[in-house]
């Protein structure tokens, strides 16, 4: 289980809504602009929680050879590359929107800009100062002002920037053909997994900034891949009770039961030297 720590309490991410509350301390001495820059990062906490649950889902489909020859050889392998091109346009637009510009929502960048900012800082360093927390205070700062460099120039920059066109061109139309995508969709995918690292950086340094606790994203990242893998289980169950006769129906006549098929095999058509992913839903 994941755990927030605020004046030695256990604050519990997984299990409830106790862990998503402004600190005590940001309540009875925090101006109005103070308390609602809490609201904001407890927002993008709960937004970022789930775009993790969705990537593991995603991993968990698409990184298991087995699960990958069972789709492959059932009747459910259109619906279940659909249901899993759904998934990844989901996580697509969930990740762009936490890195998002618009000043009407609640996105890293203004979160950033608003905690390190004059204001913003003096009232933070006292709060962290009264609990004897300055060195984290100060390592957690340094580290948002190089994210926040990272997210206006260089690589973490051009990441969010495709992704971003992915959005807002190709998306809509993504469950039916994820190769338009620059790139592919493996390209998609490795943009993905960087900005959800970066995500998972940035929103844990502005937990610890602002609400002075830290977020042990580790353990929820476990609990999630085991939650996502118990569906991939359920769904495994599934396609071993189909019937024989059902299996061998899905396969166009006089192809053989491991053929590649779907995406990765108008990949190699066109002239790509793309290996056999882990599945073919990848």
Known sequence: MAKLRDEGRAWNMVGGDDFMAVPTYMLLNGSERDQELAREILRLTRELRVVLGQFAMYRSLTSDREFGEACDNSSAVDVLRVLVGALLRTIVVSITAIFDTD???????????????????????????????????????????????RLNKGELHQ??????HVRNTVVAHFDANPMAAPGGRRAV??????????????????????????????????????????????????????????????????????????????????????????????
């Open 103 to 149: 000043p009407q929502t609640s996105n890293i960048k203004k979160i950033i800009k608003q905690a390190i900012d004059k204001r913003g800082l003096e009232f933070l360093g006292k709060m962290h100062a009264s609990k004897g927390n300055t060195p984290a205070f100060e390592r957690s700062l340094g580290r948002l002002t190089d994210y926040r460099r």
């Open 159 to 164: 990441t969010i920037a495709r992704l971003m």
């Open 189 to 282: 995918v490795s943009d993905v997994r960087n900005a959800v690292a970066a995500a998972t950086i940035i929103v844990g340094e502005a937990n610890v900034l602002i609400l002075g606790r830290a977020v042990a994203f580790p353990p929820l990242r476990e609990l999630l891949r085991e939650e996502a893998g118990g569906l991939k289980s359920t769904l495994m169950r599934g396609l071993h009770s189909e019937a024989p006769d059902r299996r061998s129906a899905a396969l166009p006549s006089g192809e053989p039961a491991d053929a590649i098929t779907g995406p990765v095999a108008h990949e190699m058509a066109d002239g790509g030297v793309a290996p056999r992913p882990a599945n073919a839903l990848a």
